[in-house]
């Protein structure tokens, strides 16, 4: 009878133990069309030109992948030919080498004169490989040792989002807010200085853009509270040669004389105070965690805004500037030139962070320079980068929570249906906090003028509460719970054409994208997913041409270069984690729908599928 | 499996009769009766695992369902929600699964609540009054509480908590853990 007993608690044991039930995803009809929603000021004139990026901003290949972005235009196209349609089905694993971290790996491999560099995870070491010998042994190490009390104050797993090579060094962020360069050769460090404040909840997880002699980078931590600014360092030094707060007064933003935003709701003075209520400011967000475009073409620099905090936007009535939105900068001296606000007063979450691809485009009958943002609340903006006017919205994922961008005024038209409560939970709002998309960059190929975008089909419920801001802890006042969006499947890979507003086609994934794109002259895209499938299909169909399963599920960039061989490779980071991926790498418990900010709700199978882990895999045809 | 209960059952004897051979040797720190509010683990399986000593300030919070209700309160006030959410983490590590990286007694977790922990817990003694900690402790432990876990409905948890009975500390000795088998809620700690 005992024995009987213990069987039937075995049997059930585990069944008790699973992971709770996914919700039910969000019907269709309950989400806008884009024929509804979408706006642009004049019809779609292809025959105008040919969208591509300009020589300036996306030089000519030289095999190699030096940041993140590949080049300024952001395109992460490479021009690299060996790998085809027709023989990618080959494509093999050349070398690995474990990044001995298990935490979310969302860098892009950088390579550089025949040697490649990886920083990784919290603690932020950076590995240097030698490809020109077998199996590419490590040249160099380097851990940075951060702070560890850096992890208790990052708000969504304790991730990096990768290095960049400039004049002989590798230059990176770590998690409790240092900005170090490397020499390449040696792996000493040339400088390190230490910007964030992990006591007041600053950390940094943002690639650093680096141009023209310059360290252009952010903080991040708008989660905790922080103060967001965007700085600028001196490439040969550290030293700092501007810092622009994304809140507070005029003088603090950098903003003076030549601040012409197009929008008149964005004139006015100290409207980083006023749109506020009192100090609240302060401690209001704007964090810079995602990407900073500099384009050599207009001599000026872009960078996004995060969220406003807290999430609970009962506390912050105002448009709270200058969060949430887009700033074109002079590079050298940080003045702001103009402003767009995707979201203001946002009630959801929507940080601006994305990337920016600069592209020229035809519209309105004529070529025109824009740039191209996919926002976290579900639309494709295509602004016009001297003025900062935006030529077209349209959405490119579910959409309930807005009803499309109003162009005349440049705003968003909130959805009163969807808007945040204190104390009430409102359902099914579309997209979730994540976003329709949130930093994992998208490519842009010049032979088939789309791109590329890695973005998450996902709604959620959302209760806001009182919160009190204590330093160093949260400051969010929000019980999300995040859910699959129409047709359950989580995330996309969508094929966007720019020119005609409308997708080329999209492929369905069961897990969100986390990953970024990088498409290639082959016609060719790879993007990883995070059950661990690394994969290649037709940039002109979306059909799947090769795949290979890794580790762990992956959440960072991948990239193609020319080893000194001469040969074609794709390499990429496989560790599963960032905020989608934390109830793997965690330790997060499943049963909590409320855990990670709400995202576990929606992903609480995911630790059926993949384990922690953090690999790099460097693929190519058996040569 | 059950071939192997004899054998299981005579490596225990034989950690039970070892562990009765250290009786000759000096008396541990944690068996010095003036020492009070330091729990050293039992490290050794097999050997006495009753507890040596127990802060008295832990008893009032034991069997008080007065001291979990008002926990939970000061969990959302204080933003310990912002980080550990309805328990299942975030930021930081989950609070209703089986596992305590510092220990879970009561005296425990409210000495990692006034100490903070080095991986991003901050130090909240002198902050929050050493009641509400004490309620907070309560809570926390309540979280994993069989009781807490089958109240659960829905897909947040720890809304209705259990009071921490005495009984979780009478440490009856190592014992088999559960079947883990397919328990995605099991989760690997890490560097935390």
């Avoid at chain 2, 309620?135 to 509480?145: C, F, K, T």
Wanted: charged residues 15%.
């Amino acid at each position: 009878m005992r024995a009987f007993i213990i069987t039937i608690a075995l049997a059930i044991g585990p069944l008790a133990a699973l992971a709770q039930k996914l919700p039910d995803p969000v019907p269709a009809n309950e989400v806008f069309s884009a024929q509804e929603i979408g706006r642009a000021l004049s019809a779609p004139t292809p025959q105008a030109g040919h969208t591509a990026a300009s020589l300036a901003n996306a030089p000519a290949d030289d095999g190699q992948w030096t940041m993140p972005s590949k080049n300024f235009a952001s395109t992460r196209f490479s021009a690299l030919t060996e790998l085809t349609q027709a023989n990618v089905r080959n494509l093999v694993p050349m070398f690995t080498f474990s990044l001995a971290v298990n935490k979310g790996q969302e860098a892009a491999p950088i390579v550089a004169d025949n040697t490649m560099y990886i920083v990784t995870a919290y603690p932020n070491y950076v590995y240097a490989l030698d490809l020109t010998q077998p199996g590419a042994p490590l040249k160099w190490k380097f851990a940075p040792k951060p702070l560890p009390a850096s992890q208790g104050v990052a708000c969504c797993d304790v991730v990096n989002r990768g290095g960049t090579v400039s004049n002989g060094k590798y230059i990176f962020d770590t998690l409790d807010g240092q900005v170090i360069a490397l020499d390449t050769k040696t792996g000493k460090a040339v400088w390190r200085v230490h910007l964030g404040n992990i006591s007041k909840g600053e950390t940094m997880t943002m690639a650093p853009l680096v141009a023209n002699g310059r360290v252009y980078i952010g903080n991040s931590g708008g989660e905790m509270g922080v103060r967001g600014w965007t700085t600028a360092l001196d490439e040969n030094t550290g030293k700092l040669l501007w810092k622009a707060y994304n809140t507070g007064p005029d003088r603090d933003v950098l903003i003076d004389s030549q601040f012409k935003p197009f929008y008149p709701s964005d004139r006015g003075a100290d409207l980083g105070v006023k749109t506020w209520p009192p100090q609240a400011w302060q401690i209001g967000g704007g964090s810079v965690w995602g990407w900073i475009t500099y384009d050599p073409e207009l001599n000026a620099i872009y960078h996004g805004t995060g969220n406003p905090g807290p999430w609970n936007a009962d506390q912050r009535p105002g448009d709270n500037k200058w969060t949430t939105g887009i700033f074109a900068r002079d590079p050298v001296s940080g003045a702001a030139r103009w402003y767009y606000q995707f979201n203001p007063h946002d009630e959801h979450d929507y940080d601006g962070i994305n990337e920016q691809i600069l592209l020229d485009m035809p519209f309105a009958g004529k070529m025109q320079k824009v740039l191209v943002h996919l926002d976290r609340n579900g639309y494709v903006y295509v602004i016009e980068r001297h003025t900062g006017q935006v030529l077209s919205a349209d959405p490119f994922g579910p959409v309930n929570s807005s009803k499309g961008v109003d162009l005349n005024t440049g705003r968003l038209i909130v959805n009163p249906e969807k808007q945040t409560k204190l104390g009430v939970e409102i359902r099914n709002i579309c997209p979730t906090a994540s976003g329709s998309k949130d930093w994992n960059p998208s490519s842009f190929s010049p032979q088939t003028g789309l791109l590329y975008i890695p973005h998450e089909n996902m709604c959620m419920d959302w209760m806001s509460m009182q919160v009190n801001y204590i330093v160093g802890t949260p400051y969010v006042g929000a019980d999300v719970h995040m859910k699959p969006g129409p047709g359950g499947h989580r995330g996309e890979l969508t094929a966007w054409d720019p020119v005609l507003r409308k997708p080329a086609w999209v492929v369905k994934e069961n897990f969100p994208l986390w990953s970024g794109t990088v498409v290639t002259a082959g016609d060719l895209v790879f993007y990883g997913t995070m059950e661990g499938w690394f994969k290649a299909v037709n940039a002109r169909t979306g059909e799947l041409l090769w795949r290979f399963k890794v580790d762990s599920g992956i959440i960072s960039q991948p990239v193609s270069y020319r080893g000194p061989d001469g040969h074609q490779y794709i390499a990429v980071l496989s560790g599963v984690g960032g905020w989608s991926g934390a109830v793997v790498s965690g330790p997060v418990d499943p049963r909590d729908g409320s855990a990670a900010l709400g995202m576990v709700n929606a992903m609480s199978d995911l630790p059926k599928y993949t384990t922690a882990g953090g690999t790099l895999y460097v693929f190519a045809l058996p040569h | 499996m059950y071939s192997r209960f004899p054998i299981e059952l005579a490596a225990l004897a034989w950690l039970i009769l070892s562990g009765c051979r250290q009786g000759a040797l000096p008396a541990l720190p944690a068996e010095q009766p003036d020492r009070q509010g330091v729990i050293d683990s039992a490290l050794d399986p097999g050997v006495d695992h009753s507890l040596v000593t127990i802060d008295p300030r832990a008893a009032a919070y034991y069997d008080n369902a007065d001291a979990v209700n008002t926990g939970k309160r000061l969990f959302g006030q204080y933003n310990c929600s912002g980080c550990h959410s309805n328990g299942g983490g975030g930021i930081g590590p989950s609070l209703m699964d089986d596992e305590w990286i510092y220990g879970g007694r009561l005296e425990q977790i409210h000495q990692t609540l006034v100490e903070g922990r080095p991986n991003g817990m901050p130090a909240w003694g002198g902050k929050i009054p050493d009641e509400q900690l004490w309620q907070l402790s309560a809570y926390v432990r309540s979280m994993s509480l069989p009781a807490t876990l089958a109240a659960q409905t829905g897909a947040t948890p720890s809304q209705s908590p259990a009071p921490v009975p005495r009984a979780v500390e009478n440490d009856a000795g190592w014992s088999a853990p559960p079947d883990t088998t397919n328990d995605y809620t099991t989760t690997t700690l890490g560097p935390k």
